[in-house]
């Protein structure tokens, strides 16, 4: 089953590594990662996506918890959570494709972000599904470049991550 | 005001270190001449860095204390990694500090430069490395302070060489104490949890107690000991925790695992309930995993969360130091034991019985042949047993002799039994043992080792010379690499692929260039009087090279794949 945790860590030199070796070192997957500071600059917030029975899910959040630098955690998929994630996509807009491509983006609430006269850049933002759903909507050919940010998270409601709670 | 490398000599008196095990290079040059410039640290150079790891570990397994390395950077760095996976993997504390290029030559490929944070990573509790020297006093302290609390383990701290520039000076202040927002191991265990878990073992009806390094480590001997004879039921103890509970006791049924007892895997496999403490269900333990204690109920108690439902899904967990967690139960138990009715009492008694018919096998009988005056390994060991009274601390390297030594050596006391259990390190043993007698100078140290193993770490023997460590090697020579040739007779139709040692060389000789005594003995007449004479020379290193027979297996043996624990060869071609 598909999984978001999210972790509060340490914002040292190394802590990341640590983050990623685990997982490499277990033999856990990291289908998407995230990481940058919170508004406490001590502190960075990382998010990453991995797919794992239930079993697997606890081992990995208890090894998470052991590495030193990392203060806290949470499993967003446990409960009622937000996500979303960004596209930018550079599209081939010649002749007809253009309002094709126009049409398409409008109906996913998609921004186009730069013009030329033979590509859009297209802005998306949502969940993974939605950006993998415009992904299915377009036409493949005409994909010139993309770029995904990954999966960021947070808990609906007043539950919080935090290093004092 | 002080240079770095004064700053973290001072830090390491603070800490109460009194030894450091170590060799000098460039990297480290400023950090040895601060301690060359004081009196309270003393120092062993070794003769190689692996050799410091382990000494430093056999210090730390033996007396409780953080074993302390320093060593340069580059190779003297990777040199120490295989010591620090072994200490790893046992959750031993240490801490090394390693020498790194100078700050502004990181990353350039400098000389002797090599990503030690980087490569030591999978293999320690935590590292640092270090930017300023007024990091050092509070990173030494954080460094201390995670390898012994907790799941113990090793920590790297790296250190730039500028860092310790004597040019460079510094306030210094040792913190008193240390706290980290991200870091703060369990200091008791549930009280609802152990009292549920109470209340189990004492409806048991067959019982079974698994005891394993967490015991030894996180010194719950004591308790154990208490809550084991007060419910009266059997005890097995891990490779790891063997001296946990009394060897020579008669509720221990013996080590479990691979090799372990007739009757200790018996009563795993059928046991209804199972305490397992400080132990992690190891696949040497379990054998096939889906087939592993099928009627139990299982209480596990360990510091380490990650542990806990790892293999086997553990009924009540309880996350805790053991020795506090195991007081608790025992104030429980006491209580309620008093109550213990009289249909538990015969059910008790009657697994009891079915206990000792598993006895009755005798699985450690050694047979010899009629007039042989052939040595078998494992009467090596008894001798030794006899010769030392029970009593010595032992090292081990790995392999048979590594076996052996654990099945016919009972321990009676913790941290007496010293072997890389998780790891499996060949070359452990002597340098382990060397970090025992630098530990308890007036007590004797056995290393019962391998004519392969020896030879992984034999250069130790020059350091022993230079501080006259009384070590007794006694070498189980049997002219092969006798683990992995059994494993050939058994699984590959007796093909030898590269596990004869031709050519090996007179180790009496070779003793003696290093300016100790050696003995040889192949007849088992002579064996006592040779180990007497060994251990009558309490100041001297004795080096006694045992030619066994060669063709010996460790029994009994797990049948594998896919058998469960009452799965076990018994001898040569007969299994149950």
């Given at each position: 089953?598909?999984?978001?945790?999210?972790?509060?860590?340490?914002?040292?030199?190394?802590?990341?590594?640590?983050?990623?070796?685990?997982?490499?070192?277990?033999?856990?997957?990291?289908?998407?990662l995230?990481v940058?500071?919170?508004?406490?600059?001590?502190?960075?917030?990382?998010?990453?996506?991995?797919?794992?029975?239930?079993?697997q899910?606890?081992?990995?959040?208890?090894?998470?918890?052991?590495l030193?630098?990392?203060?806290?955690l949470?499993?967003?998929t446990?409960g009622?959570?937000l996500e979303?994630?960004?596209?930018?996509?550079?599209?081939?807009?010649?002749?007809?494709?253009r309002a094709?491509?126009?049409?398409?983006?409008?109906?996913?609430?998609?921004?186009?972000?730069?013009?030329?006269q033979?590509?859009y850049?297209?802005?998306?933002?949502?969940?993974?599904d939605?950006?993998?759903?415009f992904?299915?909507?377009?036409?493949?050919?005409?994909?010139?470049?993309?770029?995904?940010?990954?999966?960021?998270?947070?808990?609906?409601?007043?539950?919080v991550?935090?290093?004092?709670? | 005001m002080?240079?770095?490398?004064?700053?973290?000599i001072r830090s390491?008196?603070?800490?109460?270190?009194e030894?450091?095990?170590?060799?000098?290079g460039g990297?480290?040059?400023?950090?040895?001449?601060a301690?060359f410039?004081?009196?309270?640290?003393?120092h062993?150079?070794?003769?190689?860095e692996?050799a410091?790891?382990?000494?430093?570990?056999?210090?730390?397994?033996?007396?409780g204390?953080?074993?302390?390395?320093?060593?340069?950077?580059?190779?003297?760095?990777?040199?120490?990694?295989?010591?620090i996976?072994?200490?790893?993997?046992d959750?031993?504390p240490?801490?090394?500090?390693?020498?790194?290029?100078?700050t502004?030559?990181?990353?350039?490929?400098?000389?002797q430069e090599?990503?030690?944070?980087?490569?030591?990573r999978?293999?320690?509790?935590h590292?640092?490395?270090l930017?300023?020297?007024?990091?050092?006093a509070?990173?030494i302290?954080?460094a201390?302070?995670?390898?012994?609390?907790?799941?113990?383990?090793?920590?790297?701290?790296?250190?730039?060489?500028?860092?310790?520039?004597p040019?460079?000076?510094?306030?210094f202040?040792?913190?008193?104490s240390?706290s980290?927002?991200?870091?703060?191991?369990?200091?008791?265990?549930?009280?609802?949890?152990?009292?549920?878990?109470?209340?189990?073992?004492?409806?048991a009806?067959r019982?079974?107690?698994?005891?394993?390094?967490g015991?030894?480590q996180?010194?719950?001997?004591?308790?154990?000991?208490?809550?084991?004879?007060?419910?009266?039921?059997?005890?097995?103890?891990?490779?790891?925790?063997?001296?946990?509970?009394?060897?020579?006791?008669k509720?221990f049924?013996?080590?479990?695992?691979?090799?372990?007892?007739?009757?200790?895997?018996?009563?795993?496999?059928?046991?209804?309930?199972?305490?397992?403490?400080?132990?992690?269900f190891d696949?040497?333990?379990t054998?096939?995993?889906?087939?592993?204690?099928?009627?139990?109920?299982?209480?596990?108690v360990?510091?380490?969360?990650?542990?806990?439902?790892?293999?086997v899904?553990?009924?009540i967990?309880i996350?805790?130091?053991?020795?506090?967690v195991?007081?608790e139960?025992?104030?429980?138990?006491?209580?309620?034991?008093?109550?213990?009715?009289?249909?538990?009492?015969?059910?008790?008694?009657?697994?009891?019985?079915?206990?000792?018919?598993?006895?009755?096998q005798d699985?450690?009988?050694?047979?010899?042949?009629?007039?042989s005056k052939?040595?078998?390994p494992?009467?090596?060991?008894?001798?030794?047993?006899?010769?030392t009274?029970g009593?010595?601390?032992v090292?081990?390297?790995?392999g048979?002799?590594?076996?052996f030594?654990?099945?016919?050596?009972?321990f009676?006391e913790p941290?007496?039994?010293?072997?890389?259990?998780?790891?499996?390190?060949?070359g452990?043993?002597?340098?382990?043992?060397?970090?025992?007698q630098?530990?308890f100078?007036d007590?004797?140290?056995?290393c019962?080792?391998?004519?392969?193993?020896?030879?992984?770490?034999?250069?130790?023997?020059?350091?022993?010379?230079?501080?006259?460590?009384?070590?007794?090697?006694?070498?189980?020579?049997?002219?092969?690499?006798?683990?992995?040739?059994?494993?050939?007779?058994?699984q590959?139709e007796?093909?030898?692929?590269?596990?004869y040692?031709?050519?090996?060389?007179?180790?009496v000789k070779?003793?003696?260039?290093?300016?100790?005594?050696?003995?040889a003995?192949?007849?088992?007449?002579e064996?006592?009087?040779?180990?007497?004479?060994t251990f009558?020379?309490?100041?001297?290193?004795?080096?006694?090279?045992?030619?066994?027979d060669?063709?010996?297996?460790v029994?009994?043996?797990?049948v594998?794949?896919n058998?469960?624990?009452?799965?076990?060869?018994?001898?040569?071609?007969?299994?149950?």
């Amino acid at each position: 089953m598909r999984r978001i945790i999210s972790v509060l860590m340490e914002n040292e030199a190394g802590a990341l590594s640590r983050v990623v070796g685990l997982f490499a070192q277990r033999n856990y997957n990291i289908e998407t990662l995230t990481v940058a500071p919170t508004e406490d600059k001590t502190l960075s917030r990382l998010t990453l996506t991995t797919t794992a029975t239930d079993q697997q899910i606890e081992q990995i959040t208890k090894q998470l918890n052991k590495l030193i630098e990392v203060v806290k955690l949470v499993d967003l998929t446990d409960g009622d959570h937000l996500e979303r994630e960004l596209m930018l996509i550079k599209l081939k807009a010649t002749g007809a494709q253009r309002a094709e491509i126009k049409r398409t983006a409008d109906i996913f609430r998609a921004q186009v972000v730069d013009v030329t006269q033979g590509a859009y850049t297209i802005q998306l933002t949502g969940t993974s599904d939605k950006l993998d759903a415009f992904l299915r909507a377009i036409q493949e050919s005409t994909v010139l470049e993309m770029v995904r940010s990954g999966v960021s998270g947070l808990s609906r409601g007043e539950k919080v991550l935090s290093s004092k709670s | 005001m002080l240079s770095g490398g004064d700053i973290l000599i001072r830090s390491l008196q603070e800490e109460g270190v009194e030894i450091i095990f170590g060799y000098p290079g460039g990297a480290v040059l400023h950090i040895y001449d601060a301690l060359f410039r004081q009196n309270q640290i003393k120092h062993i150079l070794v003769r190689h860095e692996q050799a410091a790891t382990h000494m430093a570990d056999g210090y730390a397994r033996a007396t409780g204390r953080a074993g302390v390395v320093f060593v340069t950077s580059g190779p003297g760095s990777t040199n120490a990694i295989t010591g620090i996976a072994t200490a790893y993997m046992d959750s031993i504390p240490m801490v090394v500090v390693s020498g790194q290029a100078q700050t502004h030559l990181i990353g350039t490929d400098s000389f002797q430069e090599t990503d030690m944070v980087g490569i030591s990573r999978p293999i320690v509790k935590h590292s640092f490395l270090l930017k300023s020297a007024e990091e050092i006093a509070e990173v030494i302290k954080k460094a201390f302070y995670i390898a012994t609390s907790g799941r113990q383990g090793p920590v790297v701290v790296d250190i730039p060489k500028d860092i310790t520039s004597p040019t460079e000076l510094f306030p210094f202040e040792y913190p008193e104490s240390i706290s980290m927002r991200s870091y703060s191991p369990a200091t008791k265990g549930h009280s609802g949890q152990i009292k549920k878990a109470t209340a189990m073992l004492l409806e048991a009806e067959r019982p079974m107690i698994y005891t394993g390094g967490g015991v030894v480590q996180g010194n719950g001997s004591e308790e154990l000991i208490k809550l084991t004879r007060t419910l009266g039921y059997p005890i097995t103890n891990t490779l790891m925790g063997l001296g946990g509970y009394p060897g020579t006791d008669k509720q221990f049924l013996g080590m479990l695992g691979m090799h372990g007892t007739f009757e200790a895997n018996n009563a795993m496999h059928h046991c209804d309930l199972l305490l397992a403490v400080g132990a992690r269900f190891d696949d040497r333990v379990t054998n096939t995993i889906s087939k592993f204690c099928p009627y139990a109920k299982i209480i596990h108690v360990d510091i380490d969360p990650a542990s806990i439902s790892k293999n086997v899904v553990a009924h009540i967990p309880i996350v805790g130091p053991v020795d506090v967690v195991l007081k608790e139960m025992n104030r429980f138990a006491e209580e309620g034991i008093t109550k213990r009715t009289d249909r538990q009492a015969r059910l008790l008694s009657e697994w009891w019985d079915q206990i000792d018919g598993w006895r009755r096998q005798d699985c450690l009988r050694v047979t010899t042949d009629e007039g042989s005056k052939v040595i078998k390994p494992q009467q090596v060991i008894q001798a030794v047993y006899k010769a030392t009274a029970g009593d010595a601390y032992v090292t081990s390297d790995v392999g048979q002799h590594q076996m052996f030594a654990a099945l016919y050596y009972p321990f009676t006391e913790p941290r007496k039994w010293i072997n890389s259990g998780g790891l499996g390190t060949m070359g452990f043993g002597l340098p382990a043992a060397m970090g025992v007698q630098v530990a308890f100078p007036d007590e004797t140290v056995v290393c019962i080792t391998g004519d392969g193993s020896i030879q992984m770490n034999i250069q130790e023997l020059s350091t022993c010379a230079q501080y006259d460590l009384p070590v007794k090697i006694i070498n189980v020579n049997n002219r092969a690499l006798g683990m992995v040739k059994q494993w050939q007779d058994m699984q590959y139709e007796g093909r030898h692929s590269h596990t004869y040692m031709d050519s090996l060389p007179d180790f009496v000789k070779l003793v003696e260039a290093y300016g100790h005594v050696g003995f040889a003995v192949d007849n088992i007449d002579e064996l006592d009087a040779v180990l007497a004479e060994t251990f009558s020379l309490t100041d001297k290193l004795v080096f006694v090279d045992v030619n066994v027979d060669p063709d010996e297996h460790v029994y009994p043996m797990f049948v594998a794949p896919n058998g469960s624990m009452r799965d076990m060869w018994l001898k040569k071609g007969v299994r149950t």
